[in-house]
T-cell receptor, first 115, second 113 residues
Framework: DGGITQSPKYLFRKEGQNVTLSCEQN?????MYWYRQDPGQGLRLIYY???????QKGDIAEGYSVSREKKESFPLTVTSAQKNPTAFYLC??????????????FGPGTRLTVL | AQSVTQLDSQVPVFEEAPVELRCNYS??????LFWYVQYPNQGLQLLLK??????LVESINGFEAEFNKSQTSFHLRKPSVHISDTAEYFC???????????FGTGTRLTIIP
């Protein structure tokens, strides 16, 4: 089955530690995205990548970093510089511009809690 | 710049009653519009989308939305809701040639038995 997987589903971190969230897709999508979801605020874009070895900051990139070494993978690192990292993190991917524009497919999410 | 407004953060509805979830957008160029649904502790699933053509679009589970360019709206409707429709619904917009989506803050639909 094609889809997007995120791991782990739940993640606990001590304050001051970096943590990496995994996102893998087998949909052959070029573009991948990371969003943060907080109650009452909808989804906010952290980083996105439209091609391997290239990525751009979204609206709330401070305290986060990403890499895109493979088409299938787009890991997100939450660094100790992120002031309020407790949130639900969603990864998404989309098909190239030649296809349906803007339609994104989402993974099941990772809930990060900082203790 | 594009933006999306979902005025209702929560909408309680009795089972089998009709519902409308409102979505208004702002953009200076042509847009594509989407409704996503999120069930508790899950990712988002695409419910329906407007790209071009007919302004009325439908989903497989009875929802429909109408693109109204003059009112810059894309309201979601269902004539008769079920308990299984309980979820959070997000409206989203993207501009032509831009894969970035801008999401509204979501509307939590609660079905009352």
């Amino acid at each position: 089955d094609g889809g997007i997987t995120q791991s782990p589903k739940y993640l606990f971190r001590k304050e001051g530690q970096n943590v990496t969230l995994s996102c893998e897709q087998n949909l052959n999508h070029d573009a991948m995205y990371w969003y943060r979801q907080d109650p009452g605020q909808g989804l906010r874009l952290i980083y996105y990548s439209q091609i391997v070895n290239d990525f751009q900051k979204g609206d709330i990139a401070e305290g986060y970093s990403v890499s895109r070494e493979k088409k299938e993978s787009f890991p997100l690192t939450v660094t100790s510089a992120q002031k309020n990292p407790t949130a639900f993190y969603l990864c998404a991917s989309s098909i190239p511009l030649a296809g349906t524009l803007g339609e994104q497919f989402f993974g099941p999410g990772t809930r990060l809690t900082v203790l | 710049a594009q933006s999306v407004t979902q005025l209702d953060s929560q909408v309680p509805v009795f089972e089998e009653a009709p519902v409308e979830l409102r979505c208004n957008y702002s953009s200076s160029v042509s847009v594509y519009l989407f409704w996503y649904v999120q069930y508790p502790n899950q990712g988002l699933q695409l419910l329906l989308k407007y790209l071009s053509g007919s302004t009325l679009v439908e989903s497989i589970n009875g929802f429909e939305a109408e693109f109204n360019k003059s009112q810059t709206s894309f309201h979601l409707r269902k004539p008769s809701v079920h308990i299984s429709d309980t979820a959070e619904y997000f409206c989203a917009v993207s501009q032509f040639g831009n894969e970035k989506l801008t999401f509204g803050t979501g509307t939590r639909l609660t079905i009352i038995p």
